[in-house]
């Protein structure tokens, strides 16, 4: 397991007592737990995966909720799933007319037949998987109207069966308003053959039948968007193969334990590489660790080995280094000098964990999303044209009046009341409205998900408004993928950008459409984005160069050592080389200590916004003050 010691207390308590929790459930010592998108199981490792997509959740119902996962693959999946079959089904969907809908439908129902085993064997359990359900639920109606508007109805059929696996009564949306109330019948009937399943045989059965009578009903509606759910069919086959594999009658060679270990190769293990790197401040600070779980190493000739049992004593000490003669084989510092408009700049990172994302033509759906941003924020918009239109035309008028030369004005008393008279004013100014360029980064990760939808119409208003007023900017989404795209000869996660809308098309008005494409994904590693776009940014010819960050929290990722310290570097980089920071956190309004700690990473550029119910006011405002600081008046 990967322990994030730069969290708080609370919350590396939190994961060690779910880490024992699945331990003793399992009943597997060797059982590694880690943290992702989706709550997954893979019994070739084994793992547990628990998602982060309950992070955003306060902490009493975060851990409550992530009890279910630890529930449903070390209890459910382990004792009561058929995984090859699940995995066969898996696979079996790519082939279906909806291959997402499919996969939802297969693990939701399958999770849902899993809790009720679950809480009639501990009925403990019960109050867990009922805030489980209502997280779920919230989610759905929140996205009802927005899905039904844009005619996405697989995820309202999605909802709808979530719903009723969850027995909740009220639905998330009403099929009859729209017109499809014939399908409410059909998952009242999929939702019973579920309660009645015994085995998970029972619930593909189920799920292939509904669909066959949903899918020609939903007619030419595209594939569901939601990917809540997942199944690690990859970790199943490896297990199969394993299992075929043995009956051939071919032996793995067992693993040399390090008794049986040479005396140079158990010398060699009881080391623990280190890295460090000139520090040009006496300042100590704690550097994180990874701790992996695995055998402890035996002691030798009977002695006894020192240690002590407090987890944060676990810690190395930052200070001084001199240059050695001997090569280091610790790990590689990561941190590169860039050289940016000639000058070098010592925190810029190396760029080459980066990958620029594609982007396919824009699709219909996604320009009749732009129409209905414009309906909402068409108020929005007006008010800050107006007030800075407003603020334009009195600092104009203040700046063309009261000149040494120009034409001569009207009131020439002042030859007799003033000192040093201003008789003349300027007929119009050459200037342009803005020398300043923006750069919007949007946090794409997985504990965003309930917070990107409502976004992304601010998203488009930040657009708009900018271009209307001729403003240069550009929006960039970014997000990192530890699970499907890693380096060739490291195993790191890639950080992912897409730019929705690149400084090329700032002018343009047809490009708002791939605001939509921003969809929550895995982990953020800040620092590295922040580098990246920071780049072209103080490329820029414009005067003023200004980065704004919308996230819900710190940086977290796999194996992210000192994200905090990282971001922060990078954050002080970019403003040692004269730009403007700003950090919009979405966060809850109880959690001070995060609010502290992003006020540490970006000082009085953090603006913290305690709900989604004052995230537009908030925006408008950030908005309305970049419009005021980067004006040319």
Request: hydrophobic fraction near 40%; charged fraction near 25%.
């Amino acid at each position: 397991m990967t322990f994030r010691f730069h969290d708080t207390h609370a919350h590396w308590w939190t994961e060690t007592q779910l880490t024992d929790l699945c331990v003793a459930l399992c009943g597997n010592r060797d059982l590694q737990v880690n943290y992702g998108m989706h709550s997954t199981y893979d019994p070739a490792r084994p793992a547990i995966t628990i998602s982060t997509f309950w992070e955003s959740l306060p902490e009493a119902e975060r851990l409550l909720i992530q009890k279910t996962d630890v529930y449903l693959r070390a209890i459910g999946n382990t004792k009561w799933t058929n995984l090859p079959k699940m995995a066969d089904a898996w696979r079996a969907s790519a082939t279906a007319q909806r291959p997402q809908l499919m996969r939802q439908l297969l693990c939701m129902a399958e999770d849902a037949r899993l809790a009720a085993r679950v809480v009639a064997q501990r009925p403990g359990t019960a109050n867990a998987f009922a805030a489980r359900v209502s997280a779920y639920a919230r989610l759905f109606a929140n996205n009802a109207a927005q899905h039904a508007h844009t005619k996405k109805w697989a995820d309202i059929v999605l909802g709808e069966v979530y719903a009723c696996l969850g027995k909740l009564h009220t639905p998330t949306f009403s099929l009859d308003e729209v017109g499809m109330g014939h399908i409410e019948e059909v998952i009242r009937r999929f939702c019973a053959k579920i309660a009645v399943a015994l085995e998970t045989v029972d619930v593909i059965d189920a799920t292939y039948a509904f669909l066959t009578e949903v899918s020609p009903q939903l007619g030419d509606a595209p594939d569901a968007s939601y990917h809540l759910f997942s199944f690690d069919a990859d970790g199943i086959q490896a297990v199969v193969d394993d299992a075929e594999h043995s009956v051939t009658g071919q032996v793995q060679k067992p693993q040399e334990t390090c008794a049986q270990a040479s005396p140079e190769e158990r010398q060699e293990r009881e080391q623990m590489e280190i890295w460090t790197q000139p520090q040009k401040t006496n300042a100590i600070g704690a550097l994180s660790m990874d701790l992996q779980q695995a055998p402890t190493s035996p002691t030798f000739g009977g002695q006894v080995r020192e240690a002590d049992d407090d987890p944060d004593a676990l810690e190395t000490r930052r200070g001084h280094s001199q240059g050695g003669q001997r090569e280091d084989v610790g790990e590689q510092d990561e941190q590169t000098s860039l050289h940016i408009g000639g000058a070098a700049n010592e925190q810029a990172s190396s760029v080459k964990d980066v990958i620029e994302i594609d982007r396919p033509p824009l699709t219909h759906q996604e320009t009749e999303k732009v129409l209905v941003w414009q309906k909402e924020v068409q108020s929005s918009k007006a008010k800050l044209i107006k007030l800075f239109d407003q603020l334009w035309l009195h600092r104009m008028q203040a700046k063309q009046s009261d000149t040494r030369y120009g034409r001569l004005g009207k009131q020439l008393t002042r030859v007799l009341t003033d000192h040093s008279p201003r008789l003349f004013y300027h007929k119009s100014s050459k200037d342009k409205p803005f020398d300043a360029a923006v750069q919007l980064l949007v946090d794409c990760s997985g504990s965003m998900y309930e917070k990107l939808e409502p976004l992304k119409p601010l998203i488009y208003l930040f657009h708009d408004t900018f271009r209307q007023l001729q403003l240069a900017h550009s929006i960039t989404g970014f997000w990192e993928d530890t699970v499907d795209t890693t380096l060739m000869a490291q195993s790191k996660g890639m950080t992912h950008l897409l730019h929705v809308v690149t400084w090329q098309e700032a002018a343009a008005q047809n490009a708002a459409g791939y605001i939509d494409r921003l969809t929550p994904q895995l982990d953020n590693r800040d620092g590295y984005a922040i580098r990246h776009v920071g780049q072209r940014l103080l490329r820029r010819p414009e005067r003023q160069k200004w980065l704004l960050v919308i996230s819900d929290g710190e940086p977290a990722a796999e194996d992210y050592r000192d994200a905090i310290v990282d971001t922060k570097n990078a954050v002080r980089w970019l403003t040692k080389n004269g730009a403007h920071v700003l950090h919009i956190c979405l966060t809850d309004a109880a959690d001070e200590q995060q609010a502290t700690r992003i006020r540490q990473i970006y000082g009085t550029g953090a603006v913290i916004v305690p709900g989604l119910d004052r995230l537009a006011s908030a925006l408008e405002n950030v908005f309305l003050t970049l419009l005021k600081r980067t004006a040319n008046i």
